[in-house]
Structure formats: structure tokens, C-alpha cells
């Protein structure tokens, strides 16, 4: 699962606002800033 649509389903932010969330490196994953198009395990 991308890593923005886990974000939006989450209800952190909507997918665009949490494209603009990782952008700024604002987001981590497993202690590592994450990049625009992140896959994780959900």
C-alpha cells in the first residue's frame, strides 16, 4: 500500500495533503524519512 493512501485512510490527512506532508520530510518509516511513492505493509 502506498504510503499517502495509508496516511488518508488512517484519517491523518487526504492523499494530496499527505503527498505535501512526505514532500516536506515530514513522514518516517521504521525511523527513515520517506519519499513520495513509499510502499509499506499494512
Do not use: H, P, Q
Not at 514532500?23 to 520517506?34: H, P, Q, T, W
Amino acid at each position: 500500500m502506498r504510503l499517502n493512501k495509508f496516511l488518508s485512510e488512517a484519517g491523518i490527512a487526504s492523499r494530496r495533503k499527505a503527498d505535501e506532508i512526505i514532500s516536506e520530510k515530514r513522514v518516517k518509516v521504521n525511523g527513515i524519512v520517506a519519499d513520495i511513492g513509499t510502499t509499506i505493509n499494512s
